[in-house]
């Protein structure tokens, strides 16, 4: 079935082509602005200085629970696991010197 004709003559390609564009810039300027796909995230070091500082309070937590632990659950397998992360060392990944890439780590 042809196209129902908009004026007297049909048109030429180049005023379908014309229309067109005007039909979809206007479309374009319609559309709200897209958020950008990728977010920008923090740099690595801010990153590492965040989980670090996670683990640490993380830990402190571990650390209450295991204080306030009933006397019946000494020696359970929750005691022992709360012990080993009250154990962790984790003054050595606050300690680390954390490379700056591009030529400014020295």
Request: overall charge positive.
């Amino acid at each position: 079935m042809p196209r129902p004709l908009i004026g007297t003559t049909p048109m030429s390609a180049a005023q379908r082509q014309a229309r067109r564009r005007a039909r979809l810039g206007q479309q374009m300027i319609d559309l709200p602005a897209a958020a950008p796909s990728h977010p920008r995230s923090p740099p690595r070091p801010r990153r590492w200085a965040v989980a670090v500082a996670t683990l640490i309070e993380l830990q402190g937590q571990y650390q209450v629970w295991l204080d306030r632990l009933p006397d019946n659950l000494e020696g359970s397998p929750l005691a022992e696991r709360l012990q080993a992360i009250a154990e962790l060392d984790l003054t050595e990944l606050e300690a680390i010197a954390l490379p700056r890439g591009y030529g400014r780590d020295r």
